[in-house]
Every structure is written in structure tokens, then in C-alpha cells.
């Protein structure tokens, strides 16, 4: 009897796991299925390279997409990674305890408060600033940047912070017992150590920003066009997709370009998780 | 020389330090302060308005925490029972690391894929139409990674012993399990679910194109094939779509009502349980 | 006067509310080797770490009394800690080479005090090395990373760093706790021919490296300096009781 339940147990145990790593395989092929249709009325080539996305007169370049995400993720990069790890430093090394008791729950916080809050502090908030600093509506890759910026801090912070945790204490003392300052001793031996840890931190910051859509849509202004400066209206994949999805009939060219450009989106992730586990396995030798 | 530049370091990471502390209260009192005045029960518990002013988020409110039941309802079976599985059961080979590579991908798919590949098959293939269900079954995929993580590490965490000396007492396996590991691992677990939880309550990109940006005529509804927009989705909407004069207001209120739940959910379960999980288990 | 190099004087230190060292009174000869002993927790390497203050790296600890290194109180406000572990060098229970190669590991100190050039750093690396008997293995491989290394010549290697910053007294904690017999040998024989320009403090669990490489030896209990002598007396004719009962085998 109790043996039965027990077979039967491990019966749906394993039928979860199957089932569970099914599903992303099935995302791909689905997603994947649905977006080469593109290639029976566009060439790869033109989806590609060209910057010129006008559906309604059957051009469906989706550069400037791509180029956009891919620019927007490394602006939200450049002004996170400096405070990210900058942060975990601090919290790790320097914060005394009541500041950590402070700031560490409220990092975890951020990271769950969701997009469209994001969204809508950027619009009524750096949307204004921007638009009086460069004499535009404000809307644009500037925007979108910092509001990722902030978006993405807390991930990068709390996964370093973890790594430079990790770091064995007699490595620290080590150092300081050959007279070394407390700055050395981060910069020379602490963060080297740490970096696998710091590097998996930005590549995660760098998943979430250039798959994130709802926030940057509301800030970004959704025109397809290459940005010319902090304040002119762009589009990146994510945006463009929420935006044309709606007005789209499933099965249409354009429809099948926008699953297309979340083939492009999964893709990038993927690669960046094998990245991780790259680093990851290095770490270990 | 090493000394000025440790000097220069310790006042630049305090500034960062606290700038970055100064950021997130400045954005938590930002939405609070903006959003709270407008909760007033008409809001918070009132119909929606198309094109007047002074609609409320009821049935929105009511969809949030309906389709993220549902979700978890879906996920956290299977999400335990894959972790179970990793944990307790999975030997080293190739099915097993097949099985954590896809988890890890999964993690790391953006929520827009997901709502993609929930219009394909769920309400399209499926045939369930922008609704509850569809919502939530995509929902629960955004779910399942970090429900199979979160159960793998506590059962890993368990020490040996146990198993050990259930075993030695003649239990089956899944005696053990049901019996001494899962009760024992049950803070991890309930920690994990609250960060699911919080998640998913947030979620909105997932949410546009499967369960659609409309509320059914009656509230609460709980007929699952009914359009289910959710309060995420109902602010980025009336701000980016919708056509009523009051939609900062309205959107101004529910990211107040958001991050107040939100702040709740956190406050009241995760991180007392994270805190106490993290002391209790040494770390 | 000038043959005494460190004075410990009213020494007491507490985690919190514990005491962990009460009212030390200690004096270490110039040129000498000194070994603390006793069993564990009894504050032997507490002591060890209040003479280079690396128990300044530790919350919650409250140290009062005075240390005196070269005449010098070393808990004065005025001192700076930095030069203090520069002339006051440590090696610890596990070898802990930061993960670079082998050169820059021992290039580290002299490069954070500031020397830049290559050819002094060379110098020092092989100076260094060749101190800590370790040159010979190493020679052909110093831009390996230091961590494949075996444990004894890890230990080897971070004597041979603390020499590179070259200090004038050399703490070690328990330094062969960890290593075999024949890498313990090496680095008893090598405190041998580093005795004659340093003053050497070595804490140890083992009471015959005690007897066989120090001078003169201190025996801790429970936070207490219970007797401080030379080796040979200490270990044939020891005064107090309790002492007597450590050495002969009867606690510990």
C-alpha cells in the first residue's frame, strides 16, 4: 500500500520536473514557429539591416528596434553598474549595521515593486525634467535609461553584495596584515575575487532591462526612428511589440515580424544565461 | 598616498550609499504621497468609468488577487513537486541537468515572451479569449522557475540527518517527505511563494494580451472566461490608451494601492520569515 | 633597555560582554622567539591579533590597557595602524594566498606601500622567495596562480609576502596547523634562520614545536597569563601547577 503511494509519488514528481522544463521548449518552438513566418514576406536581410519599419507599406525593418534595445540597455547599464557596485561595497563593507538593517529590506522591496510603477514615476517625473533640460516633450531613450537604471540597481546590488560576502574573511585579514588600506584591500583583492559574482549580477540587470517592456513604454515615445538625442522619441523591441500587438491581426505579416522580434528577445536572455553559467562553471576550477 | 585614496573612497561610497537609500525613499514617499489621497473606498472599491471622471478600481483590484490565486493554485503544485524532485530524487546525468538548464531559462525569459506565447496557445490555440483563465495559466509559468528554485535550496538546506533517521525508522520515501521535509522546509517555501506572490501581483506585460485590458460588467466576477484586467494593467492602460480626464489621478491611485499591498505582503510575511530563516539557518 | 620589543601592560579585551583577556602583563625579548600555548579558547591568538590590531577588523570588540611595540603604544590615537602592520607582519592558521599569481602575491605589499618599479619589485620577489625557502620550487613558475600551490608551499609563499613588506616582528597563528609533517618541518626550520633579524611570536597548539623552536614560552589559560618563562625551564621546571598539568599531557 504505502509502497504503491510511494511509486506513485515519485511518478508525479518526476511528471512535474518533465512538465516543467517542457515549457521552454515549447515557448521557443511556438514563438519561434510563429515568428520565421516573417521570412515568407520579408527577407532576413531587410528584418535585420534595414531601419525602415512602415507595416502599412509592407517595409518591416526592425534595426532600429534592436540597435534601440540593445543602446537602451547599455545607457541603463552604464548608470546603474557605478551605484550597483558601488552599493554592494558599501553595504558590505562599509555601512554600519543599523544602515544595513535599513537599506538591505529595502533593496529586497525594490525589486518587487512592479513596472508600470516604474512607468509612471518615470513619465511624471524624468519625462518633465528631461523635456525642460532639452526643450522637447521628454519622452525618449534618456528616460527609459534611468528609470531601468533604477529598476535594475537592486538586482545587480544584492547579487554582488552576496558575492563579496562570499569572499573568504582570511583573504580580507591577509591583506591587512601586510598594512594595506581598507580601499586596497577592496580594490586589489576583494573585488577580483568577487568579480564571477559581480559579472553574473550585471549580465542579470542586463536580462531584465532589455526584456522589460511596459515600463519603458510609457517613457520612451514609440516612434520607429533611430534617437537623435537625450529627448527624441524611439522604440525598442519590447515597446514596439506592446504597442502593434493590439492593432494586429494575428496571422499578418507585421503580426508574425512582432513574434519575430520576441524570438530575437528570448534568444538574447538565453544567451545570457548560458553566459552566467559560463562564468559560473569557471568559478568553480 | 594609499591613505588619501582610501579616504577619497570611504566618502565617495557613503555618498553612493546613501544617495542610493535617499533614491528609494524618495520614490516610495513619491508614490505614496501622490497616490494615497485619492483612496477612497468609491476608488478603491468603485466601477471604472470609460470616459467620465471618477471611476474606481474595484473590479480591477478584485481581478489582481483573483487571477494570482488561480496562478498559484496552478504553479505551486508543480513548482514543489519539480523541487522535490531536483532535491530528493534527481541523480546526476544528462535528464537532470537538462532539467535545471531549462528552469534557469525559464527564469529568464521576459514577461512580454510570455504573454506572447500565452496569446498563441492559450487564447488562441485554446480558443480561451482574453479572460481569467488564460491570464492566469501564463501567469503561473512566470511562477514555476523560482517555485522549483526556492524548493530545491530549502530542501537542500535540510540536513541529512533527517532523512536519514525518518529512513531508519522504516518510512518510505514519500513519507519522508510529506511527513518530515516538506513541514520542516514549510518557512522556506512560504517565503518563496510571498516572493512569487509580490511578482506576480505586479505583473502586467504577461496580463495585456491574455487577459485583456476590460473588466466584466458585473463585480466580483468569478466566472474564469471573463475578461480579467488586473490593476497593473488598468494603470499602464488609462494612462497610455484610456480616454477619461482623470487618469493620472487614477493611475497616481493604483500605484499607490499596488506598492501598499505590495509593501503588505512584504512586511507582514517575507521578511520577517526571510530575517528569521536567515538567522535561524546560520547564514 | 633596548633588547625588550614589545610590552603588553593591564592588557583586558572583551567581545561584548565577555572577557576574553584579563589584565596581560607580558614583555618579548628583541631577536627572540616567543611561543604562546595552552588550550583552545584560552586567548592565545587573541592576544597575537591585539599586537598587529587585527582585532580592530572585528565589531563589538572593546580592548583597554596599552601595548607597547619599540616604546611605542600601539593603541595611542595617534598611531597609524597601516605602518603598525607593515613593521608587525602575520601569518595565519590556513595559508591564504589572495587568488593571483605568485609574483604579485608577494609583489602585493610592496606595491600598495608604493614601489613600482619593476626591477626593485623583481628584487623583492626573489629576495622574499628566497628567504622563505621557496625559490628553488618556484622560480620557473611565478606568473602561475599562486593557488596551485600545495599547502605547505602556500604557507611558504605567504611568509615570503609578509617578508616582501619587511616587517621587524612576525606573528604566526598557529602556522603548521594545517600542513603535513614535512611542510611543518620546513617552516620550523625556516623560523630557525629568520630568528637572527626578527622577533618572532608564534602560537601553537603543539607543545613539542613549543620545546623545539622557541626561547622562551607563555602558557594561557581561560584568558589568564598563567606563566612566562623560558622554554627550557618552563617545560622541566614549571612553577605553577596548572602549568604542569597542560605540559604533562593532564588537560588540553
Known amino acids: 500500500m504505502s509502497k504503491r503511494t510511494d511509486r506513485l509519488m515519485r511518478g508525479v514528481f518526476i511528471a512535474s520536473a518533465t512538465f516543467v522544463s517542457i515549457i521552454i521548449f515549447s515557448i521557443i518552438l511556438f514563438v519561434g514557429k510563429q515568428g520565421v513566418q516573417t521570412f515568407r514576406d520579408v527577407s532576413p536581410a531587410e528584418f535585420f539591416f534595414s531601419t525602415d519599419w512602415t507595416p502599412l507599406e509592407n517595409r518591416y525593418g526592425a534595426l532600429v528596434f534592436i540597435l534601440g534595445s540593445f543602446l537602451l540597455t547599455g545607457l541603463a547599464l552604464l548608470f546603474a553598474v557605478p551605484f550597483a557596485v558601488g552599493g554592494a561595497i558599501f553595504l558590505a563593507k562599509y555601512a554600519p549595521s543599523w544602515v544595513r538593517e535599513i537599506l538591505r529590506p529595502a533593496v529586497d522591496l525594490f525589486v518587487g515593486i512592479p513596472s508600470v510603477v516604474y512607468g509612471l514615476v518615470g513619465l511624471t517625473v524624468f519625462v518633465p525634467w528631461i523635456g525642460k533640460a532639452t526643450g522637447t516633450a521628454g519622452f525618449g531613450v534618456l528616460a527609459a535609461a534611468l528609470i531601468l537604471a533604477i529598476m535594475i540597481l537592486p538586482t545587480i546590488l544584492s547579487v554582488s553584495e552576496d558575492a563579496l560576502r562570499t569572499i573568504s574573511r582570511s583573504l580580507e585579514e591577509g591583506s591587512y596584515a601586510l598594512g594595506a588600506t581598507r580601499w586596497q584591500t577592496i580594490r586589489l583583492v576583494l573585488l577580483p575575487a568577487a568579480s564571477p559574482g559581480v559579472l553574473t549580477g550585471i549580465i542579470l540587470g542586463m536580462g531584465r532591462a532589455i526584456g522589460e517592456a511596459m515600463a519603458v513604454q510609457m517613457v520612451i515615445g514609440n516612434a520607429p526612428l533611430l534617437p537623435t538625442g537625450p529627448g527624441s522619441p524611439t522604440s525598442v523591441l519590447t515597446t514596439e511589440i506592446v504597442k502593434d500587438m493590439p492593432n494586429s491581426i494575428f496571422g499578418s505579416t507585421v503580426n508574425n515580424a512582432l513574434f519575430l522580434m520576441s524570438l530575437v528577445l528570448l534568444l538574447v536572455s538565453l544567451v545570457l544565461i548560458l553566459l552566467i553559467r559560463v562564468i559560473a562553471s569557471r568559478r568553480e576550477v | 598616498m594609499g591613505k588619501l585614496s582610501d579616504r577619497v573612497a570611504t566618502i565617495l561610497l557613503w555618498f553612493i550609499g546613501l544617495s542610493i537609500l535617499a533614491i528609494l525613499f524618495w520614490f516610495l514617499y513619491r508614490i505614496l504621497s501622490q497616490g494615497l489621497p485619492h483612496l477612497a473606498p468609491r476608488f478603491v472599491f468603485g466601477m471604472p468609468e470609460e470616459i467620465l471622471p471618477g471611476g474606481g478600481v474595484g473590479p480591477q483590484l478584485f481581478n489582481s488577487f483573483y487571477i494570482l490565486l488561480l496562478s498559484l493554485a496552478i504553479s505551486i503544485p508543480l513548482g514543489i513537486g519539480a523541487g522535490v524532485w531536483l532535491a530528493e530524487y534527481a541523480k546526476k546525468h544528462w535528464f537532470t541537468d537538462l532539467i535545471r538548464l531549462s528552469t534557469e531559462m525559464l527564469a529568464s525569459v521576459p514577461s512580454i515572451v510570455f504573454g506572447l506565447f500565452g496569446m498563441l496557445v492559450f487564447v488562441t490555440v485554446l480558443g480561451l479569449g482574453f479572460s481569467i483563465i488564460g491570464g492566469a495559466l501564463t501567469l503561473s509559468l512566470l511562477n514555476l522557475p523560482i517555485l522549483v528554485r526556492v524548493t530545491e535550496e530549502t530542501l537542500r538546506g535540510l540536513p541529512g540527518s533527517y532523512r536519514e533517521a525518518s529512513a531508519a525508522l522504516g518510512a518510505t520515501k514519500w513519507q519522508t517527505i510529506k511527513s518530515v521535509l516538506l513541514p520542516t522546509s514549510l518557512l522556506g517555501l512560504i517565503t518563496g511563494i510571498t516572493l512569487v506572490a509580490g511578482r506576480a501581483l505586479g505583473e502586467s506585460a504577461i496580463l495585456i494580451f491574455t487577459a485583456g485590458v476590460s473588466v466584466s460588467r458585473f463585480a466580483p466576477d468569478f466566472n474564469v472566461f471573463a475578461s480579467g484586467e488586473t490593476l497593473s494593467v488598468h494603470l499602464w492602460y488609462v494612462l497610455s490608451e484610456g480616454l477619461v480626464p482623470d487618469a493620472r489621478e487614477i493611475a497616481e491611485g493604483s500605484a499607490a494601492l499596488l506598492v501598499l499591498v505590495i509593501l503588505i505582503i512584504n512586511l507582514c510575511l517575507a521578511l520577517p520569515f526571510r530575517y528569521w530563516y536567515r538567522r535561524s539557518s546560520g547564514r | ?252
Open chain 3, 1 to 252: 633597555m633596548t633588547s625588550e620589543k614589545i610590552r603588553v601592560q593591564d592588557l583586558n579585551l572583551y567581545y561584548g560582554d565577555n572577557q576574553a583577556l584579563h589584565d596581560i602583563q607580558l614583555s618579548v625579548k628583541k631577536g627572540s622567539i616567543t611561543a604562546f600555548i595552552g588550550p583552545s579558547g584560552c586567548g592565545k591568538s587573541t592576544l597575537l591579533r591585539t599586537l598587529n590590531r587585527m582585532n580592530d577588523l572585528i565589531d563589538n570588540v572593546r580592548i583597554t590597557g596599552k601595548v607597547y611595540v619599540d616604546e611605542q603604544n600601539i593603541y595611542d590615537n595617534q598611531v597609524d595602524v597601516v605602518q603598525l602592520r607593515k613593521h608587525v607582519g602575520m601569518v595565519f592558521q590556513r595559508p591564504n594566498p589572495f587568488p593571483m599569481s605568485i609574483y604579485d602575491n608577494i609583489a602585493y605589499g610592496p606595491r600598495i606601500h608604493g614601489i613600482k618599479k619593476k626591477r626593485d619589485l623583481d628584487e623583492i620577489v626573489e629576495r622574499s622567495l628566497q628567504q622563505a625557502a621557496l625559490w628553488n620550487e618556484v622560480k620557473d613558475r611565478l606568473k602561475k596562480s599562486a593557488l596551485g600551490l600545495s599547502g605547505g608551499q602556500q604557507q611558504r609563499l605567504c611568509i615570503a609576502r609578509m617578508l616582501a613588506v619587511d616587517p621587524d616582528v612576525l606573528l604566526m597563528d598557529e602556522p603548521t596547523s594545517a600542513l603535513d609533517p614535512i611542510s611543518t618541518l620546513k617552516v620550523e626550520e625556516l623560523t630557525q634562520t629568520l630568528k637572527s633579524r626578527y622577533t618572532i611570536i608564534i602560537v601553537t597548539h603543539n607543545m613539542q614545536q613549543a620545546a623545539r623552536i622557541s626561547d622562551y614560552t607563555v602558557f594561557f589559560l581561560n584568558g589568564h597569563l598563567v606563566e612566562a618563562s623560558e622554554t627550557n625551564a618552563i617545560f622541566t621546571n614549571p612553577k605553577d601547577k596548572r602549568t604542569e598539568d597542560y605540559i604533562t599531557g593532564r588537560f588540553g
